[in-house]
C-alpha cells in the first residue's frame, strides 16, 4: 500500500474510503477478527460485501483492500455480515 496511503488512515473510523485520484480508492475495514470480501459491480453500483468472523479476545485488525473503478461506477455499496453499512469517512489524496 502506498504510504500516502497509509499515513490517511484513522484508526477510529470502522469503514473509510481513501480515493487517490486516479480510478483507485482503498477500503479500509476495521474488525473484531478476521474479514474476507466479496465484490460485484452491477451498472453503477459496486457492492462489496465484508464478512466479519468475531475473534474471542476481540482485538481489532485492519483490512485493506484496494478498489480499481470503472469511469461509469458511481456508488459504492459496503455490506456487513448482510446488513447495509455506512463508510464512515471518504478521504482524498
Do not use: W
Request: hydrophobic share 30%; glycine share 6%.
Amino acid at each position: 500500500m502506498p504510504s500516502d496511503v497509509q499515513q490517511s488512515i484513522h484508526s477510529d473510523y470502522r469503514l473509510q474510503l481513501i480515493n487517490d485520484g486516479e480510478n483507485r480508492s482503498y477500503l479500509v475495514f476495521h474488525s473484531k477478527g478476521k474479514a474476507t470480501a466479496d465484490m460485484e459491480a452491477q451498472g453503477d453500483t459496486i457492492t462489496i460485501k465484508l464478512e466479519e468472523a468475531n475473534q474471542p479476545d476481540g482485538a481489532i485488525e485492519q483490512h485493506v483492500y484496494k478498489l480499481t473503478k470503472d469511469p461509469e461506477h458511481e456508488v459504492i455499496d459496503v455490506h456487513i455480515n448482510g446488513e447495509s453499512a455506512s463508510i464512515d469517512n471518504v478521504t482524498g489524496l
